[in-house]
C-alpha cells in the first residue's frame, strides 16, 4: 500500500512540476505578446507623428504658393522626418527580435525565423549587404548580356 501510495505521490509531483514549467512558459509568451504590442502602438505613434509634419509640410507649401511667396526652408521638419523614421526602423528591428523572426534587409518583410531565404523577394537573409551585392555581381558576370537585346532567330 506504501508503494501505491509513493508511486502516486511521484506522478503528483511531476505533474506539478510539468504544470509550473508550462505556467512559466506561458507567461513568458503572454509577457512577449504585451512587448509586442507595446512596440506596435509606438510605431502607430510615430506614424501619426509622421503624418503630421508631411501635413505641415504640405499646408506650408501650399500657403506660400497662394500667397506668392518663396517656399519655406523646411530642413528643420525633414530633420524630424529623419529621426522618427529612424526610430520607426529602431523599433521594428525591435518587433522582429520579439518574434524571433528576421527582416529582410531587402524588401522589409518578417519571415520565420529558420527561412534561409525571404518568402517575399527570395533575398539570403543571412547575408550582409556586401555579400548580397557581391552575389549581385557574380550574377551579371556569369551572363552579361542579360540587359541586351535577344539574338534574332535564324529560319
Known sequence: MND????????????????????????????????????????????????????KIGEELYKSRVDGTAAPDFSEEFASLDSLHGEIGDLNEQLSELKEAKLCANCGTYNDKDNEYCSKCGTPLNATVEEESAAEESAEEVNPEADAAPAEEVQ
Open 4 to 55: 501505491v501510495m509513493d508511486r502516486i505521490k511521484e506522478e503528483a509531483a511531476k505533474l506539478k512540476e510539468g504544470a509550473v514549467k508550462l505556467t512559466h512558459k506561458v507567461i513568458g509568451k503572454t509577457n512577449n505578446v504585451v512587448d509586442q504590442t507595446k512596440v506596435k502602438f509606438a510605431i502607430s505613434d510615430i506614424n501619426g507623428k509622421i503624418k503630421d509634419e508631411y501635413a
